[in-house]
């Protein structure tokens, strides 16, 4: 069965951070690129950052440039994503993704998390 699971959102104040991890089964991990996407209310989803099977490609979106971070660690079949310097404007579930690639894309994604809640607030 394949199956990523997400961990590690919550409650942060402003200015704080957190680390999004997120597990997979080896089909939905080995020799693909990762994604972490983002939906608040209201809004349609969006990709936040991508990192490709080697990790040696990243990509952020424009809004969490310079504060957050993408890593993995392929021995273990987990992504991460570093957030620091948190808003709330960046209150959203979070869903991690396995593309249908190895190298960075805004195309095709096979294999979604079933989300985790991140909420900045004061």
């Known amino acids: 069965q394949v199956q990523l699971v997400e961990s590690g959102g919550g409650l942060a104040q402003p200015g704080g951070s957190l680390r999004l991890s997120c597990t997979a089964s080896?089909?939905?991990?080995?020799?693909?690129?990762m994604g972490w996407f983002r939906q608040a209310p209201g809004k349609e989803r969006e990709s936040v950052a991508t990192?490709?099977?080697?990790?040696?490609?990243?990509r952020y979106a424009d809004s969490v440039k310079g504060r957050f971070t993408i890593s993995r660690d392929n021995a273990k079949n987990t992504v991460y994503l570093q957030m620091n310097s948190l808003k709330p404007e960046d209150t959203a579930v979070y869903y991690c993704?396995?593309?249908?690639?190895?190298?960075?894309?805004?195309?095709?994604?096979?294999?979604w998390g079933q989300g985790t809640q991140v909420t900045v607030s004061s």
């Open positions: 080896g089909r939905a991990f080995s020799g693909r690129a």
């Open positions: 990192i490709s099977w080697s990790g040696g490609g990243t």
């Open positions: 993704a396995a593309a249908g690639t190895a190298a960075v894309t805004s195309g095709r994604y096979d294999y």
